[in-house]
């Protein structure tokens, strides 16, 4: 994606000063899915870069990893991955927990979700710590595929997630590189 094209969608993202706590700048992505030009651009993007690292399935954490993850599977053509809160998967689950800055959570996928070495898309509306990212990393590789990449609408590098990540490679569409 062209610098002048990631600057189109971020100019679709809404800054929320002291949300949800005072201090704190809350990327709001809302806006660019109201936006269908916007929201083609970004999920046909995002698409570009699975079909490019190879990835055959595109895996997404609730809630809002749902919302762009799909529709970048269907154009990828690939298979789409959920990864649930707890309880929320009416199968046989692998889990993995994570930790939160109050606390730990936990996600988790069908056992059945994925075939032995297949190659996958971790995809998130947004980066921050990294957390949830690389709990369905986890996920992915204890069902014995591969993380071909993680990809994000929006990445925020003071927080870094990216490093967290590595070796995995990431790409983000739009990064903020302060507060």
Not at 5 to 32: E, M, N, S
Not at 65 to 78: K, Y
Not at 92 to 109: I, K
Not at 159 to 174: E, F, K, M, W
């Amino acid at each position: 994606m062209t610098a002048g094209a990631a600057g189109a969608l971020r100019a679709h993202i809404r800054d929320i000063p002291d949300f949800p706590a005072p201090g704190i700048v809350f990327r709001d992505v809302t806006p660019l899915f109201l936006d269908p030009e916007a929201l083609q651009a970004a999920t046909g993007a995002l698409a570009d870069y699975a079909k490019g690292v190879g990835a055959t399935y595109v895996a997404s954490a609730e809630a809002r990893g749902f919302v762009l993850g799909g529709a970048v599977a269907a154009q990828a053509g690939a298979g789409f991955i959920l990864a649930r809160k707890p309880g929320k998967l009416p199968r046989e689950t692998t889990s993995v927990a994570y930790a939160l800055e109050y606390g730990v959570d936990a996600l988790e996928m069908h056992s059945d979700a994925l075939p032995r070495g297949a190659r996958v898309l971790v995809h998130d509306d947004l980066l921050a710590t990294g957390g949830t990212a690389e709990a369905v990393c986890g996920l992915v590789e204890q069902a014995g595929a591969t993380v071909a990449a993680c990809a994000f609408l929006v990445e925020l590098a003071y927080l870094g997630g990216r490093a967290r990540l590595a070796p995995r490679d990431v790409h983000s569409l739009i990064t903020y590189e302060a507060e």
